[in-house]
Structures are given as C-alpha cells and as structure tokens.
C-alpha cells in the first residue's frame, strides 16, 4: 500500500513538472495546448475513495493554476474530470467489478478501453478548461475547435506515455 502512494506521489510531481516547465510553454497553431498532467487522474486506482479522488484532482490542479498565472481553471476542470470519473467508470465496466491492484490503463484494460475512458475525460477536462478561458459562448465554434485539436494532442501525449511505461513495466 505505501508503494502506491509513493507512485502516485512521484507521478504526481513528475507529471506537474513536465506540464509546467515544457508543455505550458507549447501552443501549435495558436490553439493547440497539450496537458498531460491530466494522466494523473486517470492512472489513479480504482479503490481511490471519491473523497480522496477529488482532493487529489483539486491538488493537481491548483499547482497547475499556481503555476501558470490562472487562478482557478486547471482546479475546476480537474475537479470536474475527477467527480465525473466514477460515473464513467460504471458506465464503461470491462468486468462486474473493477479488480483491487489493477491500474486504469492500456495493460491491464486493453487500447479501446483505455481510449474510450481517456477520451471522454480529458474531452470533459478540456471543454471547461476552455470554456473558462473565454468566459463567453461568442465564438462558440473557435472555443469548441480548441477543444477538440487540444484533446486529440493531449491523447496522443497520453498514448506515448502510456505505451512509454508499458514497456518499462514488460522489460
């Protein structure tokens, strides 16, 4: 059990480096901003109470926001993304129950789970993480077009981490 919190602890610091020290300075195009500091959330286990989930998503965020000069954003769309998790979860069940000790991930779930779960929530992180931004549904499709160009960056970010630390944990 304290080999999962000091995993969690150092993807934790890992993931919020890489966000804040490399990837806060990417922007492709004007619009296109990859967070995988996200991942965090959804590499959490399965057995992490709602409680715990929620505080450790408003944690992430909240140094991301920190940070980056936003108060408040990167919090309430990983706040969000975390309260949303469980739900998604039932909804997306591989099994009956999910088991203790598996990881959400492509090795233990497969790819078109894994995607399907990802999708959906850094779909929701980053639709009210833009929404936010602008604070106005004025240019409602150029807001939806960052949306959706900054999730599918994300997703491949998430998809070369993931299959990164699948091979690690193979070898």
Not at 4 to 9: Q, V
Not at 16 to 39: E, S
Not at 51 to 58: I, S
Not at 162 to 171: G, P, W
């Given at each position: 059990?304290?080999?999962?919190?000091?995993?969690?602890?150092?993807?934790?610091i890992?993931?919020?480096?890489?966000?804040?020290?490399?990837?806060?300075?990417?922007?492709?195009?004007?619009?296109?901003?990859?967070?995988?500091?996200?991942?965090?959330?959804l590499?959490?286990?399965?057995?992490?109470?709602?409680?715990?989930?929620?505080?450790?998503?408003?944690?992430?965020?909240?140094?991301?926001?920190?940070?980056?000069?936003i108060?408040?954003?990167?919090?309430?769309?990983?706040?969000?993304?975390?309260?949303?998790?469980?739900?998604?979860?039932?909804?997306?069940?591989?099994?009956?129950?999910?088991d203790?000790?598996?990881?959400?991930?492509?090795?233990?779930?497969?790819?078109?789970?894994?995607?399907?779960?990802?999708l959906?929530?850094?779909l929701?992180?980053?639709?009210?993480?833009?929404?936010?931004?602008?604070?106005?549904?004025?240019?409602?499709?150029?807001?939806?077009?960052?949306?959706?160009?900054?999730?599918?960056?994300?997703?491949?970010?998430?998809?070369?981490t993931?299959?990164?630390?699948?091979?690690?944990?193979?070898?």
């Open positions: 059990m304290n080999n999962t919190y000091l995993i969690n602890g150092l993807r934790f890992a993931l919020a480096v890489v966000q804040i020290f490399i990837l806060n300075n990417i922007r492709f195009a004007g619009f296109m901003n990859p967070y995988i500091y996200v991942l965090f959330i590499w959490l286990p399965f057995e992490t109470p709602g409680w715990l989930l929620l505080l450790l998503a408003f944690a992430i965020g909240f140094t991301i926001d920190m940070f980056s000069g108060m408040g954003m990167h919090t309430a769309a990983t706040v969000l993304m975390a309260f949303v998790r469980p739900g998604l979860l039932k909804r997306i069940a591989v099994r009956s129950q999910y203790t000790g598996l990881q959400p991930g492509i090795q233990d779930f497969g790819f078109q789970w894994f995607f399907s779960y990802a959906v929530l850094v929701v992180h980053h639709f009210l993480l833009f929404y936010l931004e602008v604070f106005s549904f004025r240019d409602f499709l150029v807001t939806l077009s960052r949306v959706i160009f900054s999730t599918a960056f994300s997703l491949v970010l998430i998809f070369l993931e299959y990164l630390f699948l091979k690690a944990k193979k070898s």
